[in-house]
């Protein structure tokens, strides 16, 4: 199980890479779009989140408090919902963007720093 859960960190990781890198890079053009990248992304980090959090480490090391888990299952929906619904408007007002952003960037923190 323990190859199993690496594998899924690892998933974890890229799709935090395509979300955060994809919006900052978007955000860097000056265009507010949603592009494929934190799109996916965002789909990508509910999945490999939620499988993530099922209890696979068998005892004993790490294991992340439920209230955690449900933090971060609530940032994570906001941020789908937040690049679901506008995904294929052209382009969409910049604080929303920047909120896209500061969620993803929040989630990671409590990924790290809430142990
Ligand atoms: C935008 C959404 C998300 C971001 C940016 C994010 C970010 C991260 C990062 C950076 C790590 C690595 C932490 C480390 O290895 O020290 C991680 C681990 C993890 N994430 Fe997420 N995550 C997101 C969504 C979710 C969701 C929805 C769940 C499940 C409810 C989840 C569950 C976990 C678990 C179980 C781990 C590994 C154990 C831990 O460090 O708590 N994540 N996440």
């Known amino acids: 199980m323990e190859a199993l859960r690496l594998i899924l960190l690892f998933i974890h990781l890229?799709?935090?890479?395509?979300l955060l890198g994809g919006a900052i890079a978007q955000f860097l053009t000056g265009k507010f779009r949603i592009n494929p990248a934190v799109l996916w992304g965002s789909v990508i980090q509910l999945l490999s989140g939620l499988a993530l959090a099922a209890p696979l480490r068998g005892?004993?090391?790490y294991e992340p408090s439920p209230i955690k888990l449900g933090v971060k299952l609530l940032l994570a929906i906001l941020i789908f919902i937040m690049v679901f619904i506008p995904r294929k408007r052209e382009a969409v007002n910049k604080g929303h963007f920047i909120g896209i952003i500061v969620l993803t960037l929040a989630n990671a923190a409590v990924a790290v720093f809430w142990r």
């Open 14 to 18: 890229v799709g935090f890479a395509l």
């Open 59 to 61: 005892g004993g090391d």
